[in-house]
């Protein structure tokens, strides 16, 4: 069945004595890609990666791993998944081996195989070093790579992965993000995070999520499109302002003065211009500041980031549910 | 039962790492080896009724309420409160498997212990070079009764771990089992409350779950197939249930 997707849920539903965390989730993962999951605190992102690994069974809906439904099979899903949890839980008395070991054997890898499997695994996340040391005394930086090795041990078609580069120092993170871009192709990831350019850097596709409800997905680049809708720059400007909106009309019709800040020593002042056009509008700007009256000192367009996108999506189905919300 | 024993495995090694398994084990041999000494000396001054080894088994209760908890308080608690029991049962093994594991490793470390108690005998034997101070048949019948109670102590204790992240109400809830088990049974019994003819049936019950009955049968040598059956349907409920407890924290957490 190569042509099944790894993961594919439907209309999930997750509630727990009355609240309901998870609220009418769909998606889908093709194999071999790398999902990001975002979302604010309580979103529901744990709660959706734990029905997924059949911990946590749904209220209704339905979730298939690489085409298994997880309710009905969940010991087949179970030998399909490589799973992190939140936190990264470990056994604080015994060494990293020892460790690894016991987890193959549980993940029904054979003892033959095990030996050099877990050898590549310590290579792989960099923890040679310290591959007979207790657990309990490793730093957090070499935990969190335990806990990958142990996801990634069995080679599963499927990796969850519940905020993965918690806690982790830049250098750390880079091995991390560079350790699952290693597995594109080969295994489907799903990372969720709060580090937000990880996910740029690193997943091919995001899925965020706020209030147990999907509120944006696709690519980086289609998710900027989509929520934001617009193109900013930042000048930095001294001159007149009130003439300035007829001034930008010239240029492009759309293109309005938005934020403005306080004019500095010299009476330069940092305004963001946006506009609704995807064309690179610079040379225009410049040549249309250069007039008698302008005194033009910076001029950039700003990429929007993930972290607006981000902002912009939640803060946007904040608004969607605020109405509904029941007093209390 | 496919990763039983991986299982089973790994929970040995993990008691036999634990300080509190030494904190038990050193802690019962302490104190078996000074009632032991005591029973020698009264022995030594006047001729006794019974063997020691009848003796001996009379104060079972006492290490068993605070070896127990030791042994199991542990074992389910632990891996809720660290998170493992996440990581655990995301692999393809069962919560029957996971708790039977864990059952069977603090069970043969509860047996080892009380083997270990043989110990004694033997030096008795061995110095006193009088054979009748060892007893055969009261010796054998003592380490049955140990053997198919520890069954039930073991499973209560699993059962009490199930039900809290915290190992101290854990040791404390099975403490409290045990002790109710044992003395509030034989309380119950002792007591005027079942004397109407409506609690008759109740009385019946409860005479028959006398642990005390139940070893100074077992240190005659009688061994009765009702009793261990008491014993082994009470620790096919007390792990069921375990198993429960730990679905149902899942479903619910």
Known sequence: ????????????????????????????????????????????????????????????????????????????VKRHIGYMPENNPLPEDMRVSEYLYFRGRLKELRRRM????????????????????????????????????????????????????????PHQILIVRDLISSLRGRMTVIISSHILPEIEVTCDRVLIINQGRVVAQGTPADLRREILGRTSYQVELAGDLAALPVLLATVEPTLQVGAQGEPDAEGFRKLTLTTERDADLGEALLRALALPGY???????????????????????????????PKK | MKHFFTLLSHEIRMLLVSVSTYIAATLFLAFMGFIFYTILESYSKAPQEVSPAYVFFQFFWFPVLFMVPMLTMKCLAEERRLGTIETLLTTPVTTTEVVLGKYTAAYLLYLTL??????????LRRF?????????????????????????????????????????VAAILCATMIFGLVFGLSWLAGSTALNPDVLQP??????????????????????DTRQLLFYLSGTVLALIFSILGVEAKLLHS
């Open chain 1, 114 to 169: 095990l030996g050099p499997r877990i050898d590549e695994v310590l290579e792989l996340c960099d923890l040679k070093r310290v591959r007979h040391k207790i657990i309990g005394q490793l730093s957090k930086g070499y935990r969190q790579r335990v806990g990958i090795a142990e996801a990634v041990l069995a080679e599963p078609p499927v990796i969850i992965m519940d905020e993965p580069t918690i806690g982790l120092d």
């Open chain 2, 128 to 168: 006193s070079g009088d054979v009748r101070f060892l007893d055969p048949g009261p010796l054998t019948g003592g380490y049955l009764f140990i053997a198919v109670s520890g069954l039930l102590f073991v499973a209560l204790g699993v059962f009490a771990s199930s039900l809290s992240r915290n190992q101290a």
């Open chain 1, 1 to 76: 069945m190569p042509d099944t997707p790894a993961i594919e849920v439907t209309r999930l539903v997750k509630s727990y004595a009355g609240v309901t965390a998870v609220n009418d989730i769909s998606f889908r993962v093709a194999r071999g890609e790398i999902l990001g999951f975002l979302g604010p605190n309580g979103a529901g992102k744990s709660t959706t990666m734990r029905v997924l690994t059949g911990y946590l069974p749904a209220t209704s809906g339905s979730v298939r791993i690489c085409g298994v439904p997880v309710a009905s099979q969940p010991d087949e």
């Open chain 2, 202 to 223: 109740v009385r019946v019950v409860v005479d028959y779950a006398q642990v005390f009955t139940h070893r100074d049968d077992f240190t005659r040598g009688i061994v």
């Open chain 1, 295 to 325: 005194r033009l000192r910076a001029l950039s367009r700003t990429n929007p980031t993930l972290e607006d996108v981000f902002l912009a999506a939640t803060r946007r189905s904040w608004d969607a549910k605020s109405p509904e919300l």
């Open chain 2, 114 to 123: 009380w083997g270990s108690t043989a110990g004694f005998f033997y030096i």
